[in-house]
């Protein structure tokens, strides 16, 4: 994610995989069209820092959960909920990371931090 939104920052345009699921021509042409009498402009450059601000937020989150901080499992709920709003290939991967986080295995995981006095 923080990739993509460095490159739209720098291009001011997506690339060209997420232009393949073609959802930003959908979604400039619903607001052209119900808002015809003024006229609704969104460029691509203004998903850039909300990009590079998730992709950093999931890089802490799962840094957290990595090294068993007793928020880092909170913290990567809440990034992977708020990104499942993102368009294209980020929601998916935010889809997997949330059903990987409620799996047995990880659940099993994580048991040793529900015990300790992490602050």
């Given at each position: ?7 739209i920052l ?110």
């Amino acid at each position: 994610m923080t990739l993509n939104g460095l490159y739209i920052l720098m291009y001011g345009e997506f690339k060209h995989a997420q232009s393949l699921l073609s959802l930003w021509p959908r979604i400039q042409g619903a607001l052209v069209s119900n808002f015809t009498s003024t006229p609704l402009r969104l460029e691509p450059h203004l998903f850039g820092w909300p990009l590079i601000a998730f992709g950093t937020a999931w890089a802490g989150a799962l840094s957290a959960l990595w090294l068993r901080r007793s928020w880092g499992y909170r913290a990567t709920i809440v990034v992977g909920i708020a990104s499942l709003f993102t368009m294209g290939v980020g929601a998916l991967l935010a889809l997997l990371a949330l059903v990987c986080l409620w799996a047995p295995p990880t659940q099993r995981w994580l048991e040793p931090l529900e015990e300790s006095d992490d602050v």
